[in-house]
């Protein structure tokens, strides 16, 4: 790690008062990118570090270890006086403040952002929060709850069937990394004005934001998008097609595309007709497409067909499962997986030309740091 690069947000000092996903997964990016992060927890510690299985060996809980790499932890209990000034004098010093507390909830430990800003107008501080800060700040921020709420679990499942959440909390993450985006936006304005600013984010406005040409249909057309299977309301081929053995995802997502594919099917003819020539007559018509494009499909594996498609230029891939998803990583010699003393983590997907990332520090151990920190905080700052 000595030969690592610098960071390039190296020098930056984050306090973390954020616990579970969102925000924890916003402060390890910026760990990852050299910035030293203190991560502040309650004497019971991080809600994930008891969400559990799966687990490691030594039986510590997969999830908090997916989340937190390259921090220090500090145990403040901000009930008590001697932790709070501490959590003061740590917001006093950062350059970033990240917390997901229930909004206000901070402000009676005097860590609300005007009341930090009065000591450091300098901090930028990220607030993140289920719903807001006005009408729906007293309503609970799970991202399961965001996903029926904001219309995604209308759109994933069979159109028969019930509606189902996605397999990650995938509002969570994109929250985090709207607030990472936030962020560096404001740490990039204070270079300018020498002031920092209040960064609010919150989980629907995301998933609103997230939900792209979904929103946007309504948005623009009011249109209410509904539940499809694996189909997209605007493109065909784009779903898993059936071959001989098995699916295997086809995409066409323009007119040269789809010619390619019926070329490489062995049915040009397909590629001429009149009621498949655009993309707009393709999904319109695609209940008349598919059983002949299954036809074609039908002639060869799944393995077959991929190695056809891919060398004739046309998207195609198999449904793999994560360890098939790293399998495929790695042989693309994007080596998906680090290790830090021992521990196996996820590999940033960030590259730099110059600049490093930071992969030295394990997930920390509830309180892991607390005595260094409190006699840094205590001290002369």
Same mark, same amino acid.
């Given at each position: 790690?000595?030969?690592?690069?610098?960071?390039?947000?190296?020098?930056?000092?984050?306090?973390?008062?954020?616990?579970?996903?969102?925000?924890?997964?916003?402060?390890?990016?910026?760990?990852?990118?050299?910035?030293?992060?203190?991560?502040?927890?309650?004497?019971?510690?991080?809600?994930?570090?008891?969400?559990?299985?799966?687990?490691?060996?030594?039986?510590?809980?997969?999830?908090?270890?997916?989340?937190?790499?390259?921090?220090?932890?500090?145990?403040?209990?901000?009930?008590?006086?001697?932790?709070?000034?501490?959590?003061?004098?740590?917001?006093?010093?950062?350059?970033?403040?990240?917390?997901?507390?229930?909004?206000?909830?901070?402000?009676?430990?005097?860590?609300?952002?005007?009341?930090?800003?009065?000591?450091?107008?300098?901090?930028?501080?990220?607030?993140?929060?289920?719903?807001? +800060?006005?009408?729906?700040?007293?309503?609970?921020?799970?991202? %399961? #709850?965001?996903? =029926?709420? $904001? !219309? &995604?679990?209308?759109? /994933?499942?069979?159109?028969?069937?019930?509606?189902?959440?996605?397999?990650?909390?995938?509002?969570?993450?994109?929250?985090?990394?709207?607030?990472?985006?936030?962020?560096?936006?404001?740490?990039?304005?204070?270079? +300018?004005?020498?002031?920092?600013?209040?960064?609010?984010?919150? %989980? #629907?406005?995301? =998933?609103? $934001? !997230? &939900?792209?040409?979904? /929103?946007?249909?309504?948005?623009?057309?009011?249109?209410?998008?509904?539940?499809?299977?694996?189909?997209?309301?605007?493109?065909?081929?784009?779903?898993?097609?059936?071959?001989?053995?098995?699916?295997?995802?086809?995409?066409?997502?323009?007119?040269?595309?789809?010619?390619?594919?019926?070329?490489?099917?062995?049915? $040009?003819? &397909?590629?001429?007709?009149?009621?498949?020539?655009?993309?707009?007559?393709?999904?319109?018509?695609?209940?008349?497409?598919?059983?002949?494009?299954?036809?074609?499909?039908?002639?060869?594996?799944?393995?077959?067909?991929?190695?056809?498609?891919?060398?004739?230029?046309?998207?195609?891939?198999?449904?793999?499962?994560?360890?098939?998803?790293?399998?495929?990583?790695?042989?693309?010699?994007?080596?998906?997986?680090?290790?830090?003393?021992?521990?196996?983590?996820?590999?940033?997907?960030?590259?730099?030309?110059?600049?490093?990332?930071?992969?030295?520090?394990?997930?920390?151990?509830?309180?892991?740091?607390?005595?260094?920190?409190?006699?840094?905080?205590?001290?002369?700052?």
């Amino acid at each position: 790690m000595a030969d690592t690069p610098p960071g390039p947000l190296s020098g930056l000092l984050v306090a973390d008062f954020t616990r579970v996903l969102a925000g924890p997964y916003a402060t390890m990016m910026m760990a990852d990118l050299g910035a030293q992060v203190v991560k502040v927890e309650s004497p019971g510690g991080d809600d994930t570090r008891t969400w559990m299985p799966p687990t490691t060996d030594e039986g510590v809980s997969t999830y908090y270890l997916s989340i937190n790499r390259n921090k220090r932890s500090v145990v403040l209990d901000l009930r008590e006086p001697r932790d709070q000034r501490a959590a003061q004098e740590l917001a006093r010093r950062a350059d970033v403040l990240i917390q997901n507390f229930k909004p206000g909830g901070l402000a009676r430990f005097g860590l609300d952002h005007e009341t930090v800003a009065a000591t450091n107008p300098g901090i930028v501080y990220a607030s993140i929060s289920g719903f807001g +800060a006005g009408a729906g700040a007293h309503l609970p921020g799970y991202d %399961l #709850l965001v996903q =029926a709420m $904001s !219309g &995604l679990m209308s759109l /994933t499942g069979s159109p028969d069937g019930p509606a189902y959440r996605a397999g990650i909390s995938v509002f969570d993450v994109m929250t985090g990394m709207h607030a990472l985006i936030g962020v560096l936006a404001a740490l990039r304005e204070r270079d +300018a004005s020498g002031q920092g600013q209040h960064v609010e984010v919150n %989980l #629907l406005s995301s =998933a609103l $934001s !997230g &939900l792209v040409n979904q /929103t946007g249909a309504y948005a623009a057309a009011g249109v209410t998008p509904h539940r499809m299977g694996n189909a997209h309301p605007s493109l065909f081929p784009y779903e898993p097609m059936p071959t001989a053995d098995g699916d295997l995802i086809i995409i066409a997502g323009n007119d040269r595309q789809y010619t390619a594919l019926c070329s490489a099917l062995g049915a $040009s003819e &397909l590629a001429a007709d009149e009621r498949f020539r655009t993309v707009a007559d393709r999904t319109r018509n695609r209940d008349l497409l598919r059983p002949l494009l299954e036809k074609q499909l039908a002639k060869r594996t799944r393995s077959e067909w991929f190695g056809i498609l891919n060398d004739a230029g046309i998207p195609a891939g198999p449904i793999n499962t994560i360890a098939e998803g790293f399998a495929l990583a790695d042989g693309l010699g994007l080596e998906p997986r680090v290790e830090i003393d021992g521990l196996g983590s996820v590999r940033n997907p960030l590259r730099f030309s110059r600049s490093g990332l930071r992969y030295d520090l394990p997930p920390p151990e509830v309180g892991q740091d607390s005595a260094e920190i409190r006699a840094w905080l205590e001290g002369d700052s």
